[in-house]
């Protein structure tokens, strides 16, 4: 079991940053994914960000492609969302989850682990 706690939310106005954490409970795998999704009101939890804890490119969906960057700390066991230029319509909660295999996927159900979230709040 891998417990997640995001942090880093808050309230900004259009075209400012944000950077949000999370935390691991213990170390993951080196072959797992980590994820970052996001769900509005009324709307269905969608896809952010993913970053393998081994190596390679991220995965970013085409909404915040050139504004998000999602990082990771191998010490801190930690994964970052570092969010720039913020738009109102990226306001939502904004969930960490865990994919144990390390295969890329935007799909919310190929993730075993879920933070409690985290609110981001950009208003124009």
């Known amino acids: 079991q891998v417990q997640l706690v995001e942090s880093g939310g808050g309230l900004v106005q259009a075209e400012d940053s944000l950077r949000l954490s999370c935390a691991a409970s213990?170390?993951?795998?080196?072959?797992?994914?980590m994820g970052w999704f996001r769900q509005a009101p009324g709307k269905e939890r969608e896809f952010v960000a993913a970053?393998?804890?081994?190596?390679?490119?991220?995965y970013y969906a085409d909404s915040v492609k050139g504004r998000f960057t999602i990082s990771r700390d191998y010490a801190k066991n930690t994964v970052y969302l570092q969010m720039n230029s913020l738009k109102p319509e990226d306001t939502a909660v904004y969930y960490c989850?865990?994919?144990?295999?390390?295969?890329?996927?935007?799909?919310?159900?190929?993730?075993?682990?879920w933070g409690q979230g985290t609110q981001v709040t950009v208003s124009s």
């Open positions: 989850a865990v994919r144990k295999v390390e295969i890329y996927s935007n799909q919310r159900s190929r993730y075993d682990y």
């Open positions: 213990r170390r993951t795998f080196s072959s797992y994914i």
């Open positions: 970053i393998k804890w081994s190596a390679g490119t991220p």
